[in-house]
């Protein structure tokens, strides 16, 4: 139970934050091949130059989070493998 609930921990935040950051890179690449400049803190297409500044400095707590949990899920794939031991597949008799 550990072993999976831990590799759903460790999986599942960094694919929320891929998916993320990619829907927002898809916007940016929409914006700048229509001729416009992307205004990532208002998250629209303007017609002037924008400042830009990094996923992690609009979202940090977002990204934060995401990184606890999968902190958590790799302690809890460790306590699973831990209390499950050892073992060696079953020979047929």
């Not at 916007?27 to 303007?46: H, K, L």
Request: glycine residues 8%.
């Amino acid at each position: 139970m550990w072993l999976r609930l831990g590799s759903l921990l460790f999986a599942v935040p960094g694919i929320i934050l891929l998916t993320l950051y990619g829907i927002e890179m898809s916007a940016v690449t929409e914006c700048s091949q229509s001729g416009g400049f992307y205004d990532f803190i208002n998250a629209r297409c303007a017609d002037q130059p924008q400042p830009q500044s990094s996923y992690y400095q609009r979202h940090s707590t977002l990204v934060n989070l995401m990184m606890l949990l999968s902190v958590l899920g790799t302690f809890a794939m460790v306590w699973g493998m831990l209390l499950k031991g050892m073992t060696r597949p079953q020979q047929p008799s």
